[in-house]
């Protein structure tokens, strides 16, 4: 099992020296050490950057949200990232030690970072449908659950897909490493699970864009600035008309809200879209990343409601980072059941 991993980075496994746990401290050889320490001090302050980035995300998001399976996820990432920024940088610092017989050098930093990157790589898909399924029993078709129950399915399920995605990656069979590497130049898992994601979510913009180009145009007409909250916000008139009524409306209101918070996000992925710009998967799966999909799965979820919405406390703050409750009140049919809550604040804008 652990050969298999071994392939990934060490082109001839001849040129290490044997670890054997019954020996004493061996010294590494100056040459060995001279590759491997640049690549461990290259890792050690990129997994940092991220860290700084989960803390700052998490630090950014709405604190009141209903609890949620991608939310649970991305707190279980975070932990990850920060236990894995710890282990290596352990073993860089003390560079040649064992514990209980285990015999630990700067090779593994490469090792671990391998097999965290290819756990990272396959989870996209199966986080993502499953945060999917999620949403579409409690949005669309508005099956509530207890709140402990429904955070102790998250949190097995959160479970139960880490170990599965690390089991995987531990068993699966590697192919060998490129015949031009270095024989001490770490390679990394990159997943394409990405890439079609975010080709998926940009073709989505881009088609609700066209279908609904006259709605976005009118939109636009009517944008201005207000204070609201002691916030700035963009406010959209929604005609006299109410509730609002079309689909095309909707899924522009959505656009808007989802594109006020995320766009940089978006043309990010555009740019890495064009270049088509390898990450490693330890950098590839990260909680912006998840949250920015958050996002885009929740608006999905409330287009899919229309036009029989019926949203509680609970549905209307699953986002940290989106008040969608702005955007969906105007298409609210208030002859329909609706929250008490939800009647006392509509109103005949829409505020994204």
């Not at 001849?14 to 590494?28: F, I, Y």
């Not at 352990?90 to 290819?118: K, M, P, W």
Request: hydrophobic share 50%.
């Amino acid at each position: 099992m652990a050969y298999k991993i071994q392939e990934i980075s060490l082109t001839s496994t001849e040129s290490m020296p044997e670890l054997d746990a019954g020996e004493g401290p061996v010294a590494l050889e100056p040459d060995m050490d001279v590759h491997l320490l640049e690549p461990s001090c290259m890792l050690i302050l990129i997994i940092t950057g991220k860290i700084i980035l989960n803390i700052f995300i998490f630090g950014a998001r709405h604190r009141k949200v209903h609890t949620s399976f991608l939310g649970c996820f991305c707190v279980s990432l975070g932990v990850l990232d920060f236990a894995l920024l710890l282990t290596i940088s352990v073993i860089h610092y003390f560079e040649d030690f064992a514990i209980h017989g285990i015999r630990f050098t700067n090779y593994h930093i490469c090792l671990l970072t391998q097999i965290i990157s290819h756990a990272y790589g396959i989870l996209h898909y199966p986080v993502l449908l499953t945060a999917g399924l999620d949403y579409y029993i409690t949005v669309v078709k508005s099956v509530h659950l207890p709140r402990f129950c429904l955070s102790f399915l998250h949190v097995i399920l959160t479970l139960l897909l880490w170990m599965a995605a690390l089991a995987f990656a531990l068993y699966s069979s590697v192919p060998p490493p490129a015949p031009e590497l270095s024989s001490f130049q770490c390679t990394f898992y990159v997943s394409s699970q990405t890439y079609y994601l975010s080709a998926a979510v940009v073709f989505a913009i881009v088609l609700i864009l066209g279908i609904c180009c006259f709605e976005v145009v009118a939109f636009i007409k009517s944008m201005k600035f207000i204070s609201f909250t002691n916030k700035t916000v963009l406010l959209f008139s929604c005609g006299d008309e109410w509730p609002v009524q079309g689909t095309k409306r909707l899924f522009t209101a959505l656009l808007f809200s989802f594109l006020g918070t995320w766009a940089p996000f978006v043309l990010l992925q555009i740019i890495l879209l064009i270049l088509h710009a390898p990450i490693p998967g330890y950098m590839d799966m990260n909680v912006a990343w998840l949250y920015f999909m958050n996002s885009f799965l929740v608006g999905m979820a409330y287009g899919l409601k229309y036009p029989r919405i019926h949203l509680t406390r609970e549905t209307l703050s699953i986002d940290p980072f989106i008040s969608w409750k702005y955007c969906i009140l105007p298409f609210i049919d208030i002859d329909y059941k609706v929250e008490d809550f939800l009647k006392e604040q509509l109103h005949p804008v829409m505020i994204v």
